[in-house]
């Protein structure tokens, strides 16, 4: 379970990016945060691991507070918690297997994470890891060599191979083509199911947090501004979230079979905009 108890971020300079947002997550969920750039959704996130240090309030973390935790529990923390990134963070020049067992580094003595001498077991975890994301093929080749989708892919076998409690991904399809980023979300949405990995997503696609989310959180001003399940949303709901009226580029496309909205979207492109 996780828990936000009045929790508010104040970034020097002032910017209020969260304001008194209080809402729990139950173990094995998979939320879908939206928002309009600047709603919040990334500070949101990352205060769960403490990559952002929240100004006021309360984030538990299984019954802990995640903010009076230091040095060796903050790393178990973290290591509990695989990261998502929108631009992959992958060491480039490095193998796709190295990349991936970067997330057992939590569990790996220093000197060995240092000498990348990794257990027997660590290699094979990692490479069913790969497997589950359908690139155990691509596993000696050099991270900088696949697709952008492929490296996506990568990032998620290595959260995976953490063997995380919790998955946040921070806009994880952001720099993907609309089949690509479908892939992906089929991806973290099928580990959600048969791992029970509570999986939290950002993401500024309605079709995409229809098709994929069970629960939406919609967020405005560091607010949240609507919370529940995502068969009850409709296009009347994002436009409350988004504070104006729906637009073409706030879909993602490419979905068949998903969400009604999506599919509306996805087959009149471009009406409804206000480009
Ligand atoms: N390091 C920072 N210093 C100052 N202000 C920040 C910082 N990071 C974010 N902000 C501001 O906090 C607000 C919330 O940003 P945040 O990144 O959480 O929003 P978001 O919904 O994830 O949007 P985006 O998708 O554009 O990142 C914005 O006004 C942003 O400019």
Same mark, same amino acid.
């Given at each position: ?89 992958? /060491? ?63 990032? @998620? ?9 919790? @998955? ?86 490419? /979905? ?20």
């Amino acid at each position: 379970m996780i828990e936000f108890r009045h929790v508010s971020k104040v970034y020097p300079g002032g910017v209020r990016a969260l304001r008194d947002v209080s809402l729990k997550i139950n173990p094995g969920e998979f939320v879908v945060i939206v928002g309009l750039s600047g709603a919040g959704k990334s500070t949101l996130l990352r205060c769960i691991n403490r990559l952002i240090e929240p100004t006021e309030g309360e984030i538990l973390v299984d019954g802990v507070d995640v903010r009076k935790l230091k040095g060796a529990e903050l790393r178990r923390l973290r290591s509990q918690i695989g990261m998502v990134f929108q631009t992959f963070n992958l /060491v480039k020049r490095s193998s796709v297997i190295k990349n991936v067992l970067a997330g057992r580094l939590a569990h790996t003595p220093v000197w060995r994470g240092l000498l990348g001498w990794f257990p027997r077991e660590d290699v094979r975890l990692a490479l069913e890891c790969l497997d589950r994301v359908g690139i155990a093929d691509k596993a000696w080749v050099r991270a900088d060599q696949l697709s952008g989708g492929q490296q996506q892919r990568v990032a @998620i076998a290595r959260a995976l191979a953490q063997r995380p409690k919790i @998955i946040l991904a921070d806009e994880p399809v952001a720099s993907l083509d609309p089949p690509t980023s479908h892939v992906v979300m089929s991806d973290l949405r099928r580990i959600n199911r048969e791992d029970g990995i509570t999986t939290i997503v950002n993401l500024h696609f309605i079709d995409l947090a229809l098709a994929y989310a069970d629960r939406i959180i919609g967020m405005r001003n560091g607010q949240v501004v609507f919370d529940g399940p995502a068969a009850g949303v409709t296009e009347k709901t994002f436009e409350e979230i988004y504070g104006r009226p729906v637009r073409a580029e706030d879909f993602r496309g490419g /979905v068949e079979g998903a969400a009604p909205l999506a599919r509306e979207a996805a087959l009149a492109p471009g009406e409804g905009s206000s480009r």
